[in-house]
């Protein structure tokens, strides 16, 4: 209901992770439990439908209606610093499973990674959100964040790009980041009417590469319709796949 959980439907995991510096991260209270939030309705949040923060792929999201949120439907760790070691963010996030869930129109993103691992989506319909899926680089701007198995979901009729991985790095390191294309799987997705792209894929070119022992694939997806408004945040924009 609306206004619940400071503004969000439901939060799992530990608060306060932000106040504790690395040196502290052996004594930060994760979240192991096995956690099941399944067939909830969460709908018209002030900012997000459900928020995990330090949890560790434990936590699996089922057969919810996630619809509506002043922001995003699913937020997965934070981008927030410690505030004892600058540069440091100890709030991070995997889920188990997220499964067939219904993810529309939240007014920022369905699913947002700030800070951690998407592991197993599979067979959700997330569509009218600004973005879909949208994993950006590390909040620390040093490495890329990965992606397990996005399979069988319906990313469509979303006004900017269905799924955006956006392994850009961050300004002024002073140094050259290593990271490996994130997304393990992409397979047997449907992006439909997008407005900007179906799939945006993006790796820096400043990155060292690593030696990964899984494949990376993207295969039998279908795109049909996207594009027809470019996003003018990135110079190539509104494609079907946009690697």
């Given at each position: 209901q609306p206004g619940t959980q400071y503004g969000n439907g439901i939060v799992a995991g530990t608060q306060g992770s932000q106040y504790l510096s690395p040196t502290h991260s052996f004594f930060i209270?994760?979240?192991?439990?096995?956690?099941?939030?399944?067939?909830n309705r969460i709908l018209s949040n002030i900012n997000d439908g459900i928020v995990l923060k330090n949890v560790q792929g434990m936590t699996d999201i089922?057969?919810?209606?996630?619809?509506?949120?002043?922001?995003?439907?699913?937020?997965?760790?934070?981008?927030?610093?410690?505030?004892?070691?600058?540069?440091?963010?100890?709030?991070?996030?995997?889920?188990?499973?997220i499964y067939q869930n219904n993810i529309k129109n939240n007014v920022n993103y369905g699913i947002y990674v700030y800070n951690g691992f998407l592991y197993e989506t599979i067979l959700n319909e997330i569509n009218s959100n600004k973005k879909g899926i949208y994993v950006p680089e590390h909040p620390s701007g040093t490495n890329t964040q990965t992606v397990y198995d996005l399979l069988c979901n319906d990313l469509s009729y979303n006004s900017e790009e269905g799924f955006n991985y956006d392994g850009k790095i961050g300004p002024n390191l002073?140094?050259?980041?290593?990271?490996?294309?994130?997304?393990?799987?992409?397979?047997?997705?449907?992006?439909?009417?997008?407005?900007?792209?179906?799939?945006?894929?993006?790796?820096?070119?400043?990155y060292l590469t690593e030696y990964t022992f899984f494949p990376r694939r993207t295969f039998n997806n279908h795109f049909e319709g996207n594009g027809f408004n470019p996003n003018p945040a990135y110079l190539i924009s509104g494609y079907g796949l946009n690697i």
């Open positions: 209270p994760i979240w192991g439990e096995y956690t099941n939030i399944n067939n089922v057969g919810n209606t996630i619809n509506l949120n002043g922001r995003n439907g699913i937020s997965v760790g934070s981008n927030i610093q410690s505030t004892q070691s600058q540069g440091f963010f100890m709030d991070w996030a995997s889920t188990r499973f002073g140094f050259q980041p290593s990271g490996t294309p994130g997304v393990r799987r992409l397979s047997n997705n449907r992006f439909l009417s997008n407005g900007a792209d179906g799939a945006r894929y993006y790796l820096d070119s400043n």
